[in-house]
């Protein structure tokens, strides 16, 4: 089993910066990629990007590229996400997700492992 915290949402201005961490514990060992999904209100959770566990591989949805950076920390067992000009249709509930699978999907149901999640809410 493992479990996921996700930390560093909050309230920024347009064009501000976030920094989003999962810190993960429990059964890292099986993890590989390890990813960021979003929930916006009235709307299906979507993908934002994902890592692999070498951190060679990177998914993005088209959306974040060049704006946001997906990291992690194997030894620590953490991944972060750097935000940069963000703007109010970033606004959403993001959640840290692992999966065991040997190859890094951009689908929900390929993550056994979800965290609760964290607001980020950006004015205009």
């Known amino acids: 089993q493992v479990h996921l915290v996700e930390s560093g949402g909050g309230l920024v201005q347009a064009g501000g910066s976030l920094r989003l961490s999962c810190a993960a514990s429990?059964?890292?060992?099986?993890?590989?990629?390890m990813g960021w999904f979003r929930q916006a209100p009235g709307k299906e959770r979507e993908f934002v990007e994902v890592?692999?566990?070498?951190?060679?591989?990177?998914l993005y949805e088209d959306s974040v590229k060049g704006r946001f950076t997906v990291s992690r920390d194997n030894a620590k067992n953490t991944m972060a996400l750097q935000m940069n000009s963000l703007k109010p249709e970033d606004t959403a509930v993001y959640y840290c997700?692992?999966?065991?699978?040997?190859?890094?999907?951009?689908?929900?149901?390929?993550?056994?492992?979800w965290g609760q999640g964290t607001q980020v809410t950006v004015s205009s």
């Open positions: 997700a692992a999966s065991d699978r040997g190859v890094i999907s951009t689908l929900e149901n390929a993550y056994r492992y």
């Open positions: 429990g059964d890292t060992f099986n993890i590989n990629g």
């Open positions: 890592i692999s566990r070498s951190g060679s591989t990177k």
